[in-house]
């Protein structure tokens, strides 16, 4: 096999550049779970673009309709101008995610990424309340900008920010601390109003983290959290950035607990293709936006709307993804479990199809990807200490791509753990 021409990366990009370190080839074509180098070796694709591919590479009825839309000279950047693509995509949104679930969610278009999202969320909440502390979980992540960072956990990143992370304080996810009384010391400090905390804005909360190491927040920590929100006037933000769209099963992945947060971000898959697109859902009462208060260049991805939309028509007509996503995630859940049975220091944890391989041996999980890749497979660690394999396949993933990509993950824990 020839060595992919890497040089005009490695002299002209960024040092910052991280993905293509870990998987070292030029990738060319993709479609469906399959990404397909310059060398043309397959790569099966347990990543799926961090959560952004949740409906594959290049989806055949996605792509349709961007094509359709493009030979018709549709909008293609629209600030927040009304569109035709972007009507199409609010009364989706409202006839098959809202009404449905009975939701009184406005919709805000940030700009396109997850911490755009969260920014636009964050302010709103301060603006609302007139506070300005905002509380967040251990291991969280919700994205790069500085108001993402200060609600993020990871030390290496807040450390990029280069000034003081103020105004958000950290509270323990569910499983930080073993034996801790959900939410105990957080009422007892909200309500004692000398324990220093001052009065949060917000909570902003993943139902699972994603970054943070797979960690799945039981449903009954979930309704103490929200019922703890509502009783104090703290607004409640959940961060579906990674987890909503169907990864967890249900479009959002707040339905498993049956609870309704006040506010909701969702970026990476909404856009359906690939595209980029971000929105912040707010109960009605919460939209005191001013007109143009918060704004932006690219938030009329009109493209990502037609995708995006398409995605909502094809795929959350019913509940027929849902119950596959689940499915799915069951036959993964039971392999890694079988996996941990047959080798010490493995565990396993995750939700629907976003399952972990945690190792005990941190170093381990990295040696795992690094194998995984060689035997043509994409799967990229997370965690604190990058402790966890983390599976994120495309929703769409077949039965039997789901064999192919479960046999090298096997192999490639046996041969690091041969080599022990
Ligand atoms: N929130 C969550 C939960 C995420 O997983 C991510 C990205 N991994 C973000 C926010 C930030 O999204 P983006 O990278 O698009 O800014």
């Given at each position: 096999m020839t060595l992919a021409e890497t040089t005009v990366f490695e002299a002209l990009e960024s040092n910052v550049r991280g993905y293509c370190r870990a998987w070292p080839t030029v990738f060319d074509t993709a479609r469906g779970s399959w990404l397909t180098d310059e060398n043309g070796k397959d790569y099966l694709d347990f990543f799926a673009g961090a959560g952004a591919l949740n409906y594959g590479h290049n989806n055949p009825v996605l792509k349709q309709a961007l094509i359709d839309y493009l030979i018709g000279d549709g909008i293609t950047h629209g600030l927040d101008m009304s569109t035709t693509a972007k009507r199409r995509l609010l009364e989706a949104i409202r006839d098959l995610l809202l009404v449905p679930r009975g939701l009184d969610y406005k919709v805000q278009f940030p700009g396109p990424t997850g911490a755009n999202a969260v920014e636009a969320a964050l302010k709103l909440a301060r603006k609302v309340t007139g506070r300005t502390t905002v509380l967040n979980f251990t291991n969280g992540f919700h994205g790069m900008t500085l108001g993402a960072l200060s609600v993020t956990g990871n030390a290496a990143k807040r450390a990029g920010a280069g000034v003081p992370l103020v105004h958000a304080t950290p509270m323990p996810y569910d499983g930080f601390l073993p034996g801790d009384d959900d939410f105990g010391w957080m009422r007892r400090a909200l309500d004692d109003n000398s324990s220093g905390l001052d009065k949060p804005a917000a909570v902003i909360v993943e139902t699972v983290q994603g970054e943070g190491g797979i960690n799945v927040a039981r449903v009954e920590w979930l309704r103490a959290l929200a019922e703890l929100c509502s009783a104090r006037g703290i607004l409640l933000i959940v961060d579906d950035v990674q987890m909503g769209c169907g990864r967890t099963g249900p479009f959002f992945s707040f339905e498993t607990a049956g609870i309704t947060p006040d506010i909701v971000v969702l970026s990476k898959s909404?856009?359906?293709?690939?595209?980029?697109?971000?929105?912040?859902?707010?109960?009605?009462?919460?939209?005191?936006?001013?007109?143009?208060?918060?704004?932006?260049?690219?938030?009329?991805?009109?493209?990502a709307f037609v995708t995006g939309e398409t995605a909502l028509r094809h795929y959350w007509s019913d509940n027929r993804l849902e119950l596959a996503t689940l499915a799915k995630g069951e036959r993964i859940h039971a392999h890694l479990t079988a996996l941990t049975e047959a080798f010490d220091g493995i565990s396993t944890r995750g939700r629907g199809l976003v399952q972990g391989l945690v190792f005990e041996d941190a170093s381990q999980a990295g040696k795992v990807c690094n194998i995984a890749f060689e035997l043509g497979l994409l799967v990229e660690t997370s965690g604190s200490t990058d402790e966890v394999v983390k599976l994120l396949p495309p929703l769409t993933v077949t039965e039997e791509e789901i064999g192919h990509g479960l046999g090298i993950l096997t192999r490639a824990v046996e041969i690091v753990r041969d080599a022990h």
């Amino acid at each position: 096999m020839t060595l992919a021409e890497t040089t005009v990366f490695e002299a002209l990009e960024s040092n910052v550049r991280g993905y293509c370190r870990a998987w070292p080839t030029v990738f060319d074509t993709a479609r469906g779970s399959w990404l397909t180098d310059e060398n043309g070796k397959d790569y099966l694709d347990f990543f799926a673009g961090a959560g952004a591919l949740n409906y594959g590479h290049n989806n055949p009825v996605l792509k349709q309709a961007l094509i359709d839309y493009l030979i018709g000279d549709g909008i293609t950047h629209g600030l927040d101008m009304s569109t035709t693509a972007k009507r199409r995509l609010l009364e989706a949104i409202r006839d098959l995610l809202l009404v449905p679930r009975g939701l009184d969610y406005k919709v805000q278009f940030p700009g396109p990424t997850g911490a755009n999202a969260v920014e636009a969320a964050l302010k709103l909440a301060r603006k609302v309340t007139g506070r300005t502390t905002v509380l967040n979980f251990t291991n969280g992540f919700h994205g790069m900008t500085l108001g993402a960072l200060s609600v993020t956990g990871n030390a290496a990143k807040r450390a990029g920010a280069g000034v003081p992370l103020v105004h958000a304080t950290p509270m323990p996810y569910d499983g930080f601390l073993p034996g801790d009384d959900d939410f105990g010391w957080m009422r007892r400090a909200l309500d004692d109003n000398s324990s220093g905390l001052d009065k949060p804005a917000a909570v902003i909360v993943e139902t699972v983290q994603g970054e943070g190491g797979i960690n799945v927040a039981r449903v009954e920590w979930l309704r103490a959290l929200a019922e703890l929100c509502s009783a104090r006037g703290i607004l409640l933000i959940v961060d579906d950035v990674q987890m909503g769209c169907g990864r967890t099963g249900p479009f959002f992945s707040f339905e498993t607990a049956g609870i309704t947060p006040d506010i909701v971000v969702l970026s990476k898959s909404i856009g359906g293709y690939g595209l980029p697109m971000a929105l912040v859902l707010m109960r009605s009462e919460l939209d005191q936006w001013a007109p143009g208060e918060h704004n932006g260049t690219f938030r009329g991805n009109n493209a990502a709307f037609v995708t995006g939309e398409t995605a909502l028509r094809h795929y959350w007509s019913d509940n027929r993804l849902e119950l596959a996503t689940l499915a799915k995630g069951e036959r993964i859940h039971a392999h890694l479990t079988a996996l941990t049975e047959a080798f010490d220091g493995i565990s396993t944890r995750g939700r629907g199809l976003v399952q972990g391989l945690v190792f005990e041996d941190a170093s381990q999980a990295g040696k795992v990807c690094n194998i995984a890749f060689e035997l043509g497979l994409l799967v990229e660690t997370s965690g604190s200490t990058d402790e966890v394999v983390k599976l994120l396949p495309p929703l769409t993933v077949t039965e039997e791509e789901i064999g192919h990509g479960l046999g090298i993950l096997t192999r490639a824990v046996e041969i690091v753990r041969d080599a022990h």
